[in-house]
């Protein structure tokens, strides 16, 4: 057989116990659902999934060099990414900026596609984390004496579906927790809580 199933029978619901935990994409992916919806949030995850494909890849090709030989340019990366999901929070819990509700609950939301996609990517990309989680356990699920193809495209295929369904579920219940306070009236409150979760995942991302 190309691929050893007996790993990948692991592999899956070690991944999703791990994905599902809460962590930077899925902290963006409620702020998000709780401020542009389910639809908008679904563009942010093209982003962030690319990052993911991206970093699942590098993994089981044994790209970890990338890390060790350009260390300087990986943490300016992280700090412009994370100081700038900070600017974003400090702007919705001002109740400005594109992604804050205005004060009656209506949207007035102008990122497009590229923009949201862009935010989920460098999330993504720029997760020491998530760097050391796949390249610590992606290789051990891998087996080197059969076809490697074969074995790449079944374990990123897996990824990809288990971290789509983790961000659906977060982004689904930051909507449904948008429904909830606009119906009592809350609509500061949902930006000064999604502001905060934006500035939580902006000073996470700098720091971790």
Not at 64 to 79: D, R
Request: net charge positive.
């Amino acid at each position: 057989m190309l691929i050893d199933f007996s790993l990948l029978y692991f592999f899956i619901p070690i991944f999703f116990a791990i994905s599902i935990t809460p962590g930077l994409c899925m902290t963006l992916a409620l702020t998000m659902g709780i401020t542009i919806g389910l639809r908008n949030a679904m563009k942010m995850m093209v982003g962030e999934l690319t990052g993911v494909l991206l970093i699942s890849i590098t993994a089981v090709v044994g790209g970890g060099s990338i890390i060790a030989n350009y260390p300087n340019a990986f943490e300016i990366f992280k700090y412009l990414g994370g100081g700038y999901l900070f600017y974003v929070g400090i702007q919705m819990w001002r109740n400005l900026g594109k992604m804050s509700l205005n004060i009656d609950g209506s949207h007035s939301f102008s990122q497009n596609g590229l923009e949201l996609a862009t935010q989920g990517f460098i999330t993504a990309i720029a997760n020491p984390k998530g760097w050391a989680f796949f390249l610590a356990m992606v290789p051990s699920f891998m087996n080197y004496d059969k076809p490697l193809m074969p074995q790449m495209f079944a374990m990123v295929l897996i990824i990809l579906i288990i971290e789509f369904i983790s961000l659906m579920i977060y982004a689904t219940g930051g909507k449904a927790l948008n429904q909830l306070l606009t119906k009592t009236g809350n609509v500061q409150l949902i930006n000064r809580v999604a502001g905060t979760l934006m500035m939580l995942v902006g000073v996470w991302l700098a720091l971790s």
